[in-house]
């Protein structure tokens, strides 16, 4: 039990060593280093799930900060989030076996990949303010490194400024809240911050800034514009983590501040993250719907279940604060459960985007289709992640969502009548959101794999190697048994949920058959996945058999009979705008100001007709580009500064202590 | 055991009468529409005999086609009859129904769309890729509008099990409450739009350009064209029954039911089902269908309507106690 530490610690230890080492070691030694990952992360995920059911322990480490040193803790809540980060990261290193080999710089990959998960681990595995800030920075900076690997492309470099500056004002911001937290006492080790009693002012300030902190790590809007760039910048595994895995670091972040260090909360705090986490999920899958970058659209898909994600942790908060601990158990849970499930599909989905990407050359889907004769396997594994990422049951996308939706419906008993109005809007956007995640999923997967390919680069796609095929077809096969087996992953989160809001849910073996999850009774609600898709199988089978018995079993093959018209072009087949005009006609014209333009030629004259859509990006537009003008405004103001004589810099110097000191002389009365 | 058996028999029966009573159903439909056209009409039997007929026909499909368009009628099928099984018509407390709730029954019906909306894009038409996209379009309001209605009713009955929510309508005297009102009306535009009947689609359309669901069905033939048009009839009659389970569940047999009572719940049943078709029979008669844009207010206000009764719950809930 107290050994596990040592052993992450020794674990992330080589991982650092690792990364040190490629620099000896050269390119060719790509796929060792990922062989080494894989089977590092699989050693550290044992460790994990040891902690998820042992409990913590500490460690204490001799460096670091003068008279602080470095504190690590292993507690139930940090085990189940190094189980996401840790699972994602050793399936992923297994696709970037296969996947590594086609990287064209990797150089600028290889040292940066075992730093990038070594820096995940060790923001988990921190017990003070101060080496989580480090490790936080380190996972930031590292994963900057990766996302400018392909650095010759303008967009990526941009996407990387981007990024560089929003890591800094989010760790600015988290900063700014440990500072609060710690109080004018200074302890910064996390024990000391959970003892200290704060002003309210205090507290809220703790809650400002780690929603800016963490909230612009995770995607929420509006502090997601970083986040659609920079993950489909890097190269596939790499944004298969970012995206499944790193935003879920940041999850845990929030959970840490707001859950654990903060102490009791008021009511109040549910109510930015409900707004915020519900409008994230409705904007990101719009966002998302209007994407033709296959890997772009997977990143906005990422926002509206960080945004989802959100809304539960909210409900959380606001049940501890009235007193329903089962209920927020419940919520906790189905926000943990939704963080693991999340991390699955999509790092099956950006790996399967790495496939595809690699396959094809080009990440336009409005260039692809039938890509399913091609790759078969992959588009069988992709859409599996589809489905899922779609809610759909019996895979483990649903099953959050319905633990999600049980935890909304006895909410009417929150006493706080301002949460009774905003949970059940909150609950319709989710279920907007839920429903057009399905129609962005079905564009995703139609117009990319199936009907008839629209570019030579898509009609001549390879499949793709043997490890990276393992690695989706792992994440599939788990995306399935995490669904089917809900009841009992439920049960192992008590201990984090005990930590967290002092309950669990009720023990279910007691559920109406075996492998029901009950969230609260069975007579209230409850949802037997195995028994569901024994069911489906059942009566496909039946079915199948029916129509084998009565029907006739002959097949000819012919050309397609659309109607009698068949179109003998395939950019006739709706591209990715068409397939998505109807929800743009619908959504988009109002919140992003959307239009089509159609210019028709002169009747008799040649010239092809000519569709232009528009959009704009309310948040860019509203927020980050007046923002951007004042800062380079003050900037050039503030350069006049440059160019003064020294007895005016001593004047300036003269000026500000005299500041300070009336401060202090005001701080002291 | 006898226990089992019992429910054994009683969610087989369920299952069989659903299978039985589908095309019947659509039969129904079709002859009152036809009557009230001042047409003769088809026999009430057509929908089983065309059903035969496809099954016999050889399969022909496009050159292209996938192994995904050959397995997505057999998962649309399963998906939509396992829904229908758990939806209690003539007798509440059926064995599959601590599988799963109304919310999994939304899933599966979701699970069957999606796949649907697929199998219409595989291969690689026009008229399939405008009906998918359609098709998500509409759901993208009416699935949200059927959560607000599974919204309303499980937190009346504090359960989300069908079963316990018709439990509890029939056996509480609920009386008339606006926010049941609001949801009938949701209900309603829900059932109209999944079902593709007018105003939000045409069933009785081909080779339009506004068709959705039959555009997704165009390249299907035989054997498969079958089934999807059975799952289509098992679909509309799963629908009506959810209508009656949550609004006019009176006469169903609840708890362990004595023989005598399950004749009853099936008889009413059917009388129930009857009628229903022919309201939705003449009311797809009074109105002609929307134009495609259209249908964005038309499925919103449903979906406004179904809010508005959570909401009015959610406030109440807190003014009595």
């Not at chain 1, 996302?147 to 500056?165: D, F, K, Q, S, T």
Request: glycine share 8%; net charge positive; proline share 5%.
């Amino acid at each position: 039990m107290t050994a596990l530490l040592p052993a992450a610690a020794i674990a992330f230890a080589i991982l650092v060593g690792l990364a040190l080492a490629i620099g000896l070691v050269g390119r060719r030694g790509s796929a060792a280093l990922y062989v080494l990952c894989a089977v590092v992360a699989a050693v550290l995920l044992a460790i994990d799930i040891a902690a998820l059911a042992v409990g913590a322990s500490t460690l204490l480490l001799p460096f670091g900060l003068p008279g602080t040193g470095v504190h690590l803790r292993l507690d139930p809540l940090s085990g189940f989030f190094g189980l996401v980060v840790n699972l994602g990261a050793c399936l992923t290193s297994l696709f970037a076996i296969g996947y590594g080999r086609h990287e064209s710089d990797r150089l600028r990959v290889l040292p940066f990949y075992p730093a990038f998960l070594a820096a995940m681990n060790l923001v988990l595995l921190a017990d003070d303010a101060f080496s989580f800030l480090v490790a936080w920075e380190l996972m930031s900076l590292v994963s900057w490194g990766l996302v400018i690997a392909h650095h010759r492309n303008a967009e990526n470099r941009a996407a990387g400024y981007l990024y560089l500056l929003m890591a800094n004002v989010g760790t600015m911001a988290l900063l700014f809240a440990f500072g609060v937290l710690a109080g004018a006492g200074g302890g910064y080790d996390f024990d000391a911050i959970r003892q200290l009693q704060r002003p309210v002012w205090a507290q809220s300030l703790v809650l400002l800034m780690t929603l800016v902190g963490a909230g612009s790590k995770a995607g929420l809007i509006p502090l997601h514009v970083w986040l659609p760039l920079a993950h489909p910048a890097a190269p596939s595994h790499v944004s298969a983590l970012m995206s499944g895995v790193m935003t879920k670091v940041a999850i845990y972040a929030l959970v840490r501040i707001l859950f654990d260090l903060c102490g009791p909360t008021p009511w109040w705090w549910a109510v930015p993250l409900l707004l915020t986490g519900s409008a994230t999920a409705v904007l990101g899958v719009l966002y998302a719907m209007l994407q033709q970058n296959l890997k772009k659209l997977l990143a906005f898909s990422t926002i509206e279940n960080i945004g989802v994600i959100t809304v539960a942790l909210g409900l959380a908060l606001a049940f501890r604060a009235g007193h329903m601990i089962v209920a927020a158990a419940v919520a906790l849970t189905a926000a943990l459960l939704h963080v693991l499930n999340h991390s699955l599909f999509k790092n099956l989905l950006f790996l399967g985007s790495g496939a595809v990407l690699h396959a094809s050359n080009c990440d336009d889907i409005d260039q692809m289709g039938g890509l399913i004769h091609r790759l078969p396997v992959t588009a069988w594994v992709f859409l599996t992640g589809c489905a899922a990422a779609a809610a759909l049951p019996p895979l483990n996308g649903f099953v959050s969502e319905w633990m999600l939706f049980q935890a909304i419906l006895v909410s009417p008993d929150i006493p706080q009548a301002l949460l009774r109005f905003i949970i059940p809007a909150v609950g319709a956007l989710l279920a907007l959101a839920a429903a057009l995640a399905a129609s962005c999923f079905v564009r995703l997967f139609g117009i990319t794999f199936l009907g008839r390919a629209r570019s030579p680069a898509a009609a001549d796609a390879r499949e793709t190697d043997r490890f990276s095929l393992a690695a989706m077809i792992g994440l599939a096969l788990l995306c399935g048994l995490t669904g089917l087996f809900a009841a009992a992953l439920a049960e192992r989160l008590a201990p984090v949920t005990l930590a967290l809001v002092g309950g669990a849910l009720p023990p279910q073996q007691a559920g109406p058959a075996p492998l029901s999850l009950t969230p609260f009774s069975s007579a209230h609600s409850s949802y037997n996945a195995p028994l569901l898709l024994l069911f489906m199988v059942i009566s496909a089978s039946l079915t199948g058999w029916g129509v084998h018995l009565l029907a006739s079993r002959r097949t000819r093959r012919t050309a397609a009979w659309d109607c009698g018209y068949p179109d003998a072009s395939p950019r006739l087949q709706p591209s990715g705008s068409g397939f998505a005009q109807p929800i743009r006609r619908l959504f988009a014209s109002l919140l992003f100001r959307a239009r089509d333009d159609v210019t028709m030629p002169i009747p008799g004259e040649m010239d092809p007709a000519v569709l232009r859509t528009t959009l704009s990006d309310p948040v860019w537009d509203t927020l980050y580009a007046p923002t951007g003008r004042a800062v380079l405004w003050a900037a050039d103001r503030l350069n006049r500064i440059q160019y003064l004589t020294i007895r005016q810099y001593l004047g300036f110097t003269f000026v500000l202590l005299i500041l300070l000191l009336v401060v202090v002389a005001i701080w002291q009365t | 055991m006898a226990d089992l058996m019992h429910a054994l028999v009683l969610q087989g029966g369920q299952m069989f009468l659903v299978l039985v009573l589908a095309p019947l159903l659509m039969g129904v439909v079709r002859r009152i529409k036809a009557r009230l056209q001042r047409r003769r009409g088809a026999d009430l039997l057509q929908p089983y005999y065309d059903l035969w007929k496809l099954l016999r026909k050889e399969v022909v499909p496009a050159e292209n086609a996938s192994r995904f368009y050959r397995i997505a009628p057999y998962v649309i099928f399963a998906a939509i009859w396992v829904a229908a099984a758990l939806v209690p018509t003539f007798a509440s407390g059926l064995m599959f129904n601590w599988s799963a709730d109304l919310i999994v029954i939304v899933g599966l019906l979701a699970t069957a769309r999606f796949t649907l909306a697929l199998a219409g894009m595989d291969v690689g038409t026009s008229f399939g890729g405008i009906g998918a996209s359609r098709e998500m379009m509409i759901a993208v309001f009416a699935e949200p509008a059927m959560l607000m209605v599974v919204f309303t009713l499980s937190m009346l009955a504090h359960s989300t099990q069908l079963s316990a929510i018709a439990d509890y309508l029939i056996l509480q005297p609920v009386g008339l409450r606006i926010s049941l009102g609001l949801t009938l009306v949701t209900f309603t535009i829900v059932l109209l739009a999944e079902n593709a009947r007018i105003p939000v689609d045409n069933p009785a359309t081909h080779l339009e350009l506004t068709m959705v669901h039959e555009a997704m069905l165009l390249e299907y033939s035989g054997r498969h064209l079958a089934l999807l048009e059975f799952a289509a009839a098992i679909k509309l009659l799963l629908y009506v029954s959810i209508f009656i389970c949550l609004f006019f569940p009176f006469g169903m047999a609840t708890g362990a039911p004595a023989a005598a009572a399950i004749l009853v719940g099936v008889l009413l049943y059917l009388l129930k089902l009857g009628i229903g078709g022919s309201l939705l029979a003449l009311g797809e008669s009074a109105v002609a269908k929307m134009r495609v844009f259209r249908l964005g207010e038309f499925l919103g206000m449903a979906f406004v309507l179904g809010l508005l009764a959570v909401l009015l719950l959610f406030v109440t809930r807190g003014v009595r106690g």
